[in-house]
């Protein structure tokens, strides 16, 4: 189901959005601020800066869905999972009639799939917030043009008296192709990968996986295993991928929520690995009601925590029941590894490394401990291949955090927020371009970090992936239907890597599509990419962006939800929804107070 999606202007200002339920938002967590004073003075600089950049040419937007989600959100709620205390943020603009902003009749959100557990949880009676607003800078696109992977505001070619709001991804002239998640530009010949030259930017757009900080106890002690373990390798088809439990030189603290290794004096590699053992609603509830299990671990996917919701109204609500939810069915090989890395001592040959899996190939960075020096390394069955080596920031002991990504076919590394610098070397050029990749039952474990020759801690594990962009057809289109079949066979083999692997080969096709720009014209396409109506979707005569119709660049969010408190964190209502009817709906707060801003997410744009 697609929707429209619109960008429309606040008083004075204006607003930036689209109106689909492909458009939804997601919130990170909120910070709270001590005094009043710095509430004060924090609300005051938000209208300053609104004040002064109107002046200079800049504009103020609503988000009112989520089709930029995670990167600014629409009208959302929020929860916490009543199983693993995880943030769940879920978009909300379904339930608004998008002219009006009345509820329409019996269409409510009442409940949500944590991203990171899958459990479920009710929120029918949580709060929903106003999306982001922000500010649009017109001034740069009156002096020269767009850049790629600018989020950028635009009149709607169908309708240009409503604004979009999307990011920039393909420019005047281009061929772009949406193929397996990534975005390629394509000259007649051969394909190149568009990504993220910003590193920065490549940060922001990582989607969670899976955080070792919110595990699922209860879930945990029916019997479920936990997702990262201490692990051996074997020749065998034991475990997973042939990695075997074993606790030996790592000990798990699940109370911490650390892994300890005692490594100083002992040879050779240890390993901990993330298993991709992702519960489905099943499972979930087989696990409540007491059931032994056999669990298995599964293929990381494109599911998108903001979209996981489901509730009444079938006409404006896409799932009725958590059943019919999109949980993904997309293999994503693209993947960050974090983690927090406290060394105690350091012996003979101290080493540290991570490793990503993506289909055939491992990629590991191996990190020596006492020369401070970073090698990254890609493996297959048949060979060792060093790619590129530099200085890294460990120094012996100490407490170092470490991210570890391989992302559009390039690997980088920062250790405590610095990019190491490998240079060209770390970036990937594939012999096959054109081939697909294909996951492999290695990719059920997809990361893992090895010691030798130290005693340390590792903690605050964390797993995300790149943002999958999917080839999703146009409404008219005759194989849409040929399209959803393929995507549900998909979501049956996700324990089956070879099986998927067989299926999508089959119909390759049906996760690829081209589109030309115009010579005058952008390419426009949404962060939640299963829930944004942009250049994919519009009639092919006017999937590309005019020139005349750019607005600005968006480039500041000065004024997230307000955050309540008082009343249990609810604050206590000031104005209530009202539905199509006009009949005030008694049990759900459109405003409450007090509230203090969400400092955190007062930020520059990326």
């Known amino acids: 189901m697609t929707t429209p999606e619109s960008v429309s202007p606040l008083s004075p200002p204006a607003v930036a959005a689209t109106s689909s339920k492909f458009d939804k938002a997601v919130a990170p967590?909120?910070?709270?601020?001590?005094?009043?004073?710095?509430?004060?003075?924090?609300?005051?600089?938000?209208?300053?800066?609104?004040?002064?950049?109107?002046?200079?040419?800049?504009?103020?937007?609503?988000?009112?869905?989520?089709?930029?989600?995670?990167?600014?959100?629409?009208?959302?709620?929020?929860?916490?999972?009543?199983?693993?205390?995880?943030?769940?943020?879920?978009?909300?603009?379904?339930?608004?009639?998008a002219e009006s902003g009345l509820l329409y009749e019996n269409a409510r959100i009442e409940s949500a799939i944590c991203p990171?557990?899958?459990?479920?949880t009710e929120v029918r009676d949580a709060l929903a917030f106003n999306g982001d607003r922000i500010l649009v800078n017109k001034y740069p696109y009156e002096l020269g043009d767009p850049s790629r992977w600018d989020v950028f505001v635009f009149k709607y070619p169908e309708e240009p008296h409503i604004n979009y709001i999307k990011r920039l991804v393909g420019l005047p002239g281009e061929t772009i192709r949406v193929r397996q998640g990534n975005l390629y530009l394509w000259d007649g010949k051969e394909e190149k990968i568009l990504r993220k030259d910003d590193v920065n930017k490549q940060k922001v757009l990582q989607i969670p996986v899976y955080d070792d900080r919110f595990a699922p106890e209860q879930l945990l002690k029916t019997g479920w295993p936990e997702r990262w373990a201490a692990v051996k390798k074997t020749d065998g088809k034991d475990g997973v991928a042939g990695w075997?439990?074993?606790?030996?030189?790592?000990?798990?603290?699940?109370?911490?929520?650390?892994?300890?290794?005692k490594g100083a004096q002992v040879p050779g590699l240890n390993w901990i690995r993330y298993r991709n053992y992702t519960p489905n609603l099943a499972e979930w509830q087989l696990a409540e009601q007491g059931e032994k299990q056999s669990p298995v671990p599964r293929l990381v996917t494109d599911f998108c925590g903001y979209n996981t919701y489901s509730g009444s109204g079938r006409e404006h609500i896409e799932a009725l029941a958590v059943e019919e939810i999109d949980t993904g069915e997309f293999w994503v090989g693209d993947l960050t590894l974090s983690c927090q890395l406290n060394i105690a001592t350091i012996g003979e040959s101290p080493q540290v490394v991570l490793e990503l899996i993506e289909g055939e190939f491992a990629y590991q960075c191996r990190i020596d401990?006492?020369?401070?020096?970073?090698?990254?390394?890609?493996?297959?069955?048949?060979?060792?291949?060093?790619?590129?080596?530099?200085?890294?920031?460990?120094?012996?002991?100490?407490?170092?955090?470490?991210?570890f990504a391989n992302v559009d076919d390039r690997l980088v590394l920062w250790i405590d927020d610095q990019m190491v610098e490998f240079g060209q070397a770390a970036v990937?050029?594939?012999?096959?371009?054109?081939?697909?990749?294909?996951?492999?039952?290695?990719?059920?474990?997809?990361?893992?970090?090895?010691?030798q020759g130290i005693d340390a801690t590792v903690s605050q594990l964390l797993i995300e992936r790149d943002i999958y962009y999917r080839a999703d057809l146009t409404e008219h289109d005759f194989r849409r239907n040929d399209q959803g079949r393929f995507r549900r066979d998909l979501a049956r083999y996700l324990d089956r890597p070879d099986e998927w692997s067989r299926r999508y080969l089959q119909e390759a096709e049906m996760d690829s599509v081209e589109i030309k720009v115009t010579e005058d014209g952008y390419l426009a396409l949404g962060d939640n990419s299963p829930r944004s109506r942009d250049s994919r979707l519009w009639s092919p005569a006017l999937q590309s962006v005019p020139r005349k119709f750019l607005v600005g660049k968006a480039f500041y969010i000065y004024w997230p939800h307000g955050v309540p408190f008082?009343?249990?964190?609810?604050?206590?209502?000031?104005?209530?929804?009202?539905?199509?009817?006009?009949?005030?709906?008694?049990?759900?707060?459109?405003y409450t107070a007090p509230f203090y801003p969400q400092i955190d997410r007062m930020k520059r744009i990326r």
């Open 244 to 261: 075997v439990s074993e606790e030996s030189t790592w000990t798990q603290d699940t109370k911490q929520r650390l892994f300890e290794v």
């Open 566 to 590: 008082m009343n249990n964190g609810r604050g206590y209502t000031i104005a209530k929804h009202r539905d199509t009817r006009g009949r005030v709906v008694e049990d759900y707060p459109k």
């Open 116 to 120: 990171n557990c899958r459990g479920v």
């Open 29 to 97: 967590k909120p910070v709270h601020v001590d005094t009043a004073r710095d509430h004060f003075e924090s609300i005051l600089f938000a209208l300053v800066l609104a004040l002064l950049f109107r002046t200079f040419e800049a504009e103020a937007f609503v988000i009112p869905t989520g089709s930029m989600a995670p990167t600014l959100y629409g009208r959302h709620k929020e929860s916490t999972c009543v199983h693993c205390g995880h943030r769940i943020t879920i978009g909300a603009s379904d339930e608004l009639n």
């Open 428 to 451: 990937l050029n594939q012999p096959n371009a054109l081939s697909i990749p294909l996951p492999t039952t290695q990719d059920l474990t997809p990361a893992g970090i090895a010691a």
């Open 369 to 403: 401990c006492k020369t401070a020096t970073a090698v990254l390394f890609k493996i297959t069955p048949d060979r060792e291949m060093e790619l590129a080596s530099a200085a890294c920031g460990i120094y012996g002991p100490g407490s170092y955090q470490l991210r």
